[in-house]
């Protein structure tokens, strides 16, 4: 029984997968499924905010198609993403590339973290007495000097 | 002195922010890189629209500088820019189409050619021809090497038949004065006169 329900199950969510390329003709599983990473980390250029396998423009189709032929003369996934890469830019990969301009995607939110931790800890260790003292102090000469 | 500096931090992070988001502003999120700028053209062989037997590959582009022009019938911008680009022919600017078809899936099933020449004659009857030869990519491929993302697109080729140029959109008269126009005027004194 319970392997119905998972078989089921699989099934239900393997047909988008199928859908989406049972129209290209793959000879092993390894290339479907390298046809199925590539087209959801490439970028449309058209749709700029779908991956390839998402997107209905023109440019997806023909995107998707050169994938799928790629990959069938024998490419890998780092020569595909190249190949797009040479004629859309580094803009139709969805991982950029770690350059002067990009690198603070990275760096901004571990500087800022740092910063706070820093500002936390000398917060903790700053001793809160001396300034305590200090009002004491200056409250009791007010309260001299009103007497 | 040390706690003004304090205090100046947050408000200079938040200056710089301004001016990068404002910045953002005035900044076109659909305005990509070209990556065939300065480039050669890619080697294609394709044939003519109207003229099957014709076949052209880079070479047919170089000798004189080109404008080529990413066209189809299906793309309502391209209806609207061919009676300027027309009226530029006239003054002899070159422009050669390189159409593509979009009910043409190369995967499944096929317009018939004559279907599509006589959409283009129809289309062309209408709104003025400014072509010297349509190139028919009819796998789409070419158009994939160049980079374009849909129609139209133009690029300004110089006569030694590099790119130089990839401008995304019509040419109306603003586009033509102020970006494309330039740019082919540079490009035939480079040439050596006039074509």
Redesign the interface.
Known sequence: MKSLVCSLLLLLFSTAAISADN??NFNSQQDRALFLTLTAELRC??C?NQNIADSD???A???R??VASLIRQGKSEQEIIDYM?????D?VYYEPPVTVATVWLWVLPVLFTLGGLILVLRKRSAPADADTRARLQKADQLLERDK | MKKSLVVAIPLIIFLTMAVFLFKGLFSD??A?????NGKPLPQFQLPDLMNPRQQYTPEDLTGQVTILNVWGVWCVTCAVEMPYLTQLKEQGVRFVGLYFD?DL????GTKRLIDVQNEVAEMLAQYGNPYAFNIFDVQ??T????????APEHFVIDANGTVRMHHVGDINERVWNNKVGPMYQQLVQEAGGSQ
């Open positions: 129209r290209y250029p058209m700029q423009a023109m440019i189709h023909d995107m198609r050169k890469k040479a004629r859309y830019g803009f | 999120p659909r990509l890189d070209s990556q065939i979009q899936d190369p995967d499944f789409r491929d158009s994939l090497d160049l980079g374009v993302t849909g």
